[in-house]
């Protein structure tokens, strides 16, 4: 059995509830806290120190909804919000000063991504992916 610090499974409960908040717009925080087994006060402590907002959320999940069924009703129920976390190569480290925090990019497409932290090499390395550029000739 893996024990998982506090923060850790702060993250994976954020990530279910955004998952949820998807199927249900209207959910609250308080009624999905209870029914998982998480204290609401620390939860809401650990959500402002992230700086992460449930209005926030509730308002892109409307938002993309109100945006999907304009554009195509059959995408309705499309997630828009994707959390990626990549294993950290312990034999490559990241310099602090290579270290890029809170990221917000809007593609030419559309697509909204928002990167919490990875260094600059990733990020390039991943617009690189999602251009095409990165991807491997297959000879």
Same mark, same amino acid.
């Given at each position: 059995?893996?024990?998982q610090t506090a923060d850790a499974r702060h993250e994976k409960t954020w990530h279910q509830f955004l998952s949820e908040l998807e199927k249900q717009p209207r959910l609250r925080l308080a009624a999905y806290l209870r029914s998982v087994h998480v204290k609401q006060r620390c939860f809401e402590k650990w959500l402002y120190g992230r700086g992460y907002s449930v209005h926030d959320a +509730?308002? $892109?999940?409307? +938002?993309? $909804?109100?945006?999907s069924d304009t554009l195509d009703p059959s995408?309705?129920?499309?997630?828009s919000i994707l959390p990626v976390r990549l294993a950290s190569e312990p034999d490559v480290p990241i310099r602090p000063c290579d270290l890029l925090t809170g990221i917000s990019l809007t593609l030419p497409d559309g697509t909204m991504i928002n990167i919490r932290r990875g260094s600059a090499d990733?990020?390039?390395s991943f617009l690189k992916l999602y251009s095409g550029e990165g991807v491997p000739c297959s000879d």
């Amino acid at each position: 059995m893996e024990l998982q610090t506090a923060d850790a499974r702060h993250e994976k409960t954020w990530h279910q509830f955004l998952s949820e908040l998807e199927k249900q717009p209207r959910l609250r925080l308080a009624a999905y806290l209870r029914s998982v087994h998480v204290k609401q006060r620390c939860f809401e402590k650990w959500l402002y120190g992230r700086g992460y907002s449930v209005h926030d959320a +509730k308002s $892109r999940v409307l +938002k993309f $909804r109100n945006e999907s069924d304009t554009l195509d009703p059959s995408m309705s129920s499309a997630p828009s919000i994707l959390p990626v976390r990549l294993a950290s190569e312990p034999d490559v480290p990241i310099r602090p000063c290579d270290l890029l925090t809170g990221i917000s990019l809007t593609l030419p497409d559309g697509t909204m991504i928002n990167i919490r932290r990875g260094s600059a090499d990733a990020v390039v390395s991943f617009l690189k992916l999602y251009s095409g550029e990165g991807v491997p000739c297959s000879d």
